[in-house]
């Protein structure tokens, strides 16, 4: 009788170093992923006491994982134990309620629509940087938090018809939200909701304090026409659910997650945007040029996005960087087989962006900030799967037009006018959350063009 040879288990960290790595886990995410791939390469089990990760960094394993074999990889670490904090939203549902909330949501983010809606992004970018400028020559300014503001008008006006600068105090809520779901995650979900920790005595009241927001919304926009907004959509999906109590969870749980998956990451990427080009003061110079000759003393349009060439390099090579979406995490619901490796069922397996887009094979330099790897003339032949910035597979972001779109439109209007500048000395740390953000926000000076 033959026997079929054992496949290999993958490389990885000995048993022993377990207290090691559940510390980085919670304490230096990234450090704990980067350290396994220059330590073990393309693949690498970790093993974290009952808990295993097996580890893949490279664009052939994401195009499994994520693609080809997406139906068998349901949401893993981290989102399935946010599902507490979030709620069965987009982000976090599994099988036909997914489905189901995509196809509900689809329609809201076709190009069309968003091609409707350019003019509004025009104006949130017109109206952030009227404000920038008149904190010119004054005390610095949090980047991030005006970002965040920023994001938050442009999700309110273009997805639910509704205007969020109403309810003070939003961003405050997703933090919150936010910190919970990680702690959900580092956690494993072992701590009952109901113990009384500062973090999640903070996370009840910001919940129901979300509820609130989210009630009033729900009310104001029932008064009014009906439109294809996603408010509206929500709205009418709910009527027929039988229990009015879980139409309206359902409700909470749909619009935080669209809020916050909506409005962070485009943020997060602005922050960082404007982080590098400080750093760089050529790319600067080449991005005030463009918007100049490109824009004149005109609001930016839809047309533009493709007008503005060198603006969309340098915001694909911030995400390269600083991928909004830096791991998706994923869970095999059979047994599988990856890169010539043998992946049990219910192990964590994890697809690192923020890794994978420094995978020196596929970019040299990595740790370099050069838009020009993204000039159409020379990266035509770039691996599809070693940039993933907003995913892949059934589960790509449904958002990433709009957010490219307004990210785009807010990086060449306030460039046109203004040189965004980090006090001398302050450290930038990254964050990694939901979204890659920057630790305790992004204090810069601002100074007009022609002054600069």
Known sequence: MTRTPARPAPPGPPAAAAPRLLWKLARDRLGLLSEAAGTYGDVARIRMGPKTLFFFNHPDHAKHVLVDGAANYHKGLGLAQARRALGDGLLTSEGEQWREQRNLMQPVFRPKRMAEQAGVVAEEAARLTTRLRGLAGGPPVDIVEEMTSMTLGVLGRTLL??????????????ETMQNQAMFEAVSNGMVPLWVPLPQQVRFRRARRELQQVVDSLVHDRATRPPGDDALWRLIAST?????????????????????????????STLGWAFWLIDRHPR???????????????????????????????????????YPPVWMLSRVPQQDDEVGGYHVPAGVDVLICPYTLHR???????????????????TSDGRTRYAYIPFGAGPRFCIGNNLGMMEAVFVLATVSRELRLSVL?????????????????????????????
């Open 239 to 267: 009527r027929a659910e039988p229990d009015p109590r879980a139409g309206r969870r359902r409700m909470r749980d749909e619009l935080t997650t669209l809020l916050l998956a909506g409005h962070e990451t485009t943020a």
């Open 283 to 321: 790319v600067w110079e080449r991005l005030h040029a463009e918007a100049v000759e490109v824009l004149g003393d005109r609001n930016v349009v839809y047309e533009d996005l493709h007008r503005l060439e060198y603006t969309s390099m340098v915001l694909s090579e911030v995400m390269r960087m």
């Open 161 to 174: 018809d509704s205007d969020l600068r109403e309810y003070g105090g939003l961003g405050r809520m997703f």
């Open 359 to 377: 995978h020196p094979a596929y970019w040299p330099d990595p740790d370099e900030f050069r838009p020009e790897r993204f000039d159409p003339a």
């Open 424 to 452: 001398p000395g302050r450290e930038v740390v990254p964050e990694p959350m939901l979204s890659l953000r920057i630790r305790d926000g992004l204090p810069m000076t601002v100074t007009k063009a022609a002054a600069a």
